[in-house]
């Protein structure tokens, strides 16, 4: 993908809104509006779509094609600006998504993972979720489009901000804003801490001994020394530390977001859970061990870091 100028990426963006205007508009002028609201979860999600004539779909495709284009030409650029971060990434994947919707004439709707607790007591987790099986109208459907148009602007602002904090012909590497920053030997551990599982303190130094022999240096987030907040401390660990690990058992919604955060920074998670924990489904497709004990963990986590330095473990347990 050709690299556009910010400037020019911006008005591609604003076309693209105007153009969607008179998109709504042209459809409004035929497309059969219900009243009210209390009827819309009776009808199908294509109940206006299917209303859209020829002509019109042919409009339409071509504004979704570009809006994904254009999301992405924005995401590439914020791969090197130091303003933005992995929330804003997923700020701009869930406007492209209502922006697609709405031209659809549906409405997008995500929810984040949602822990269910009674006072101290953890009830569950409910996954995160995301849906666009309500029709919209296209007078609301041209107000979601408008919003999140301007949601991806905003992102844009802070994108062309970012280049000013550079002195002239200081960057990136364009694949990667992070390699140049990786700090070798180094590895951050994200698992479940709780004082009242003295186990998991085991399953820590476990970890931490397995990088040890491959002379990897693992902490875990209360081994960091910080004056400022943990969790600017622990995103920082997350951008620059050589390996990343976590520990999915217990299914923590702090542990999901850091992985979560590593993931839209591109980085690639060494991913394990203890026997019989289950998946949520953010984090299905990708390759997650169980280990049945302390040496089984010792074993497959080696194995794996000999594969990726090519190099062997010193002593100890996991020597394949």
């Not at 269910?116 to 489009?145: H, K, W, Y």
């Not at 009242?196 to 020394?225: M, S, W, Y």
């Amino acid at each position: 993908m050709s690299e556009v100028p910010k400037s020019d990426l911006r008005l591609l963006i604003e076309t693209l809104r105007n153009d969607a205007g008179d998109y709504f508009r042209e459809i409004a002028r035929y497309v059969k509006e219900e009243p009210g609201e209390s009827w819309r979860p009776r009808l199908s999600p294509d109940h206006y779509w299917q209303q859209v004539s020829d002509d019109s779909l042919q409009t339409a495709r071509s504004i979704v094609q570009r809006a994904v284009r254009y999301s992405a030409q924005v995401a590439e650029a914020m791969r090197a600006a130091p303003l933005v971060g992995g929330e804003d990434l997923a700020d701009l994947r869930h406007a492209t998504k209502a922006m697609r919707a709405s031209i659809q004439l549906r409405r997008y709707r995500f929810e984040e993972i949602e822990v269910l607790n009674d006072e101290d007591r953890i009830l569950g987790v409910r996954p995160a979720m995301q849906s666009d099986d309500e029709p919209l109208p296209p007078l609301e459907a041209q107000v979601v489009f408008h919003d999140n148009t301007s949601t991806i602007l905003r992102i844009l602002a802070f994108v062309e901000a970012s280049e000013d904090l550079s002195p002239p012909g200081a960057g990136a590497p364009a694949n990667s804003i992070d390699a140049p920053r990786y700090r070798p030997g180094t590895a951050f551990v994200m698992m479940w801490m709780d004082p009242a599982h003295p186990e998991l303190t085991d399953i820590c130094d476990a970890v931490k001994e397995t990088f040890q022999r491959f002379g990897v240096n693992a902490v875990r987030a209360d081994d960091i020394e910080h004056d400022g907040q943990i969790t600017q401390r622990v995103l920082n660990e997350l951008r620059t530390s050589e390996f990343l690990f976590a520990d999915l058992t217990g299914a923590r919604p702090n542990v999901y977001y850091e992985v979560g955060f590593a993931h839209a920074l591109g980085r690639r998670v060494l991913l394990y859970r203890k026997a019989g924990t289950g998946l949520h489904f953010d984090l299905a497709g990708y390759n997650c061990p169980e280990y049945a004990n302390l040496r089984d963990l010792k074993e497959k986590l080696a194995r794996r870091l000999e594969s990726m330095t090519n190099r062997k473990a010193e002593g100890g347990e996991g020597d394949a």
